[in-house]
């Protein structure tokens, strides 16, 4: 039993191994400015992002100076890219392929963080914490663009033909990159080449009383549906994996 | 070969054939050029910098604009602070992509205007955080704890973000293209470029600071890297906030007042 619970364990290790290796949150920041304004006023400010542990939930503190009171949009756009403009930043971070709507909605986008409420200060400094996004793995927001929006997001229930696609936000008043924001002293320590085995498994020959970690599959080539008849053998030059 | 795949949107009517010769006749010798006259899309298989290949098409009389660079890619915008929408004398654009998916290694192809002539250190840096500028991104970025070095330098014996010099010419402008066989994408996106004022001495100046930076002194500017779309990722010809096209978009400030009106 005591076995099974050292390989689940090890699994795990390996799949957050970006995390544990540092030991402590992983943290990410996104300074966003817009521009100069005719009143000389400017949006600026900071987003940061802190993930306690891989799979956990991002806490997303924002603190933004200069804004017009009212509710704006603010979403995590796909690219980080300002080479040309905003309109380089792509639409937003919606790996799914699914419909606009609100951070707490069954369905959204992933960069759907939904409304900042600004009051008449102009200021802004507010924690949040949102269950889908992530700072590892295959969907990080890292390297990805941050948006503040003009007018307020419909969260996809609006009558808007861009409702389901943007939340009819409007313009872009600000936007900065999410870059990583490591702790300086935190980088880790030089790993041997070959990293020490988490657990022990006999290899003579496959145990079927240990639970072996998941090796990862390439995507698979063909979109369903698969065709008829099955192409086999199957279509990739390397062995099966387990 | 590190020749890779450069996608640009170029202004040009359908099936407009005769101009697409034109172009051929002025990318030749560039690489590998297809043109599809239908999407006014131009893709350029090329060992030359993305900058100078843009020059060519714009220099038949047509905008173009890079609409996706090689397979995984990223691109840092630079200026004075790193930040987004800040027109300050020195600007440039670096881009990064994988050569193939199996073959190690980072293309790093760039333009650079407003430098002072000669050489200037050219590294990436542990982290992204532009908010006090060029200050906060951190130290050379150096996963295996080793001393500062050249760039051609074996992986333990240079900082994984030292890009050794590159070198403005009497204008001010840097244009380089290299290979780095260190670095990989996927690891640096989210990190920063920094150019410094000052040459790098690539580790070899005889005192303790060149082997932390090179002597390169101050940081004059920097960018954050960024993800951003491979070779037809990217279809967009109109911003959906606002309407703008992408011929115009040039024009316009980022973000901001002039953005936000509907068409």
Known sequence: MLRYLVVALALCATICSAAQARNNAIQAIAYLTGPVQADNSQVKGNVTFTQNDCGQNVHVRIQLEGVKEGKHGFHIHEKGDLSNGCASMGGHYNPDKVDHGGPHHEVRHVGDLGNLEVNSSGTIDITYTDTVISLTGKRTIIGRGCVLHELEDDLGQGNHTDSKKTGNAGGRIACGVIGVNYPTESAPAPASHHQAPLFYVPHEEPQDHVVYPLQRYPPYPLAYPYPHPYPYPYPYSYPLYL | ?263
């Open chain 2, 1 to 263: 070969m590190s020749s890779i795949k450069i996608e640009f949107a170029v202004q040009m009517r359908k099936d407009d054939e005769a101009y697409a010769s034109v172009l051929r006749t002025a990318l030749d010798g560039v690489g590998q050029v297809e043109i599809d006259t239908k999407e006014g899309r131009v893709i350029v298989q090329t060992q030359r910098p993305w900058s100078e290949v843009h020059d060519k098409i714009e220099a038949t009389g047509r905008k173009a604009v890079l609409s996706g660079f090689g397979g995984q890619s990223a691109v840092a915008l630079i200026n004075t602070t790193g930040s987004v929408v800040d027109r300050t004398p020195v600007q440039g654009v670096v881009r990064f992509t994988t050569i193939t998916a199996r073959e190690p290694g980072v293309v790093v192809d760039g333009v650079v205007d407003g430098l002072t002539p000669g050489l200037h250190g050219f590294h990436i840096h542990e982290s992204g955080d532009v908010s006090a500028g060029c200050a906060s991104v951190g130290s050379h970025y150096n996963p295996r704890q080793s001393p500062h070095g050249s760039q051609t330098a074996e992986a333990a014996e240079r900082h994984a973000g030292d890009l050794g010099n590159i070198r403005a010419d009497e204008s001010g402008r840097a244009t380089f293209r290299f290979v780095d066989p260190i670095l990989e994408v996927w690891d640096i996106i989210g990190r920063a470029i920094v150019i410094t004022a000052s040459a790098d001495d690539l580790g070899n100046g005889g005192n303790q600071q060149s082997l932390i930076d090179g002597n390169s002194g101050d940081r004059i500017a920097c960018g954050i890297i960024a993800r951003s779309a491979g070779i037809l990722e990217n279809f967009k010809r109109i911003c959906a906030c606002d309407g703008v096209t992408l011929w115009d978009e040039r024009n316009k400030p980022l973000a901001g007042g002039d953005r936000s009106q509907k068409l």
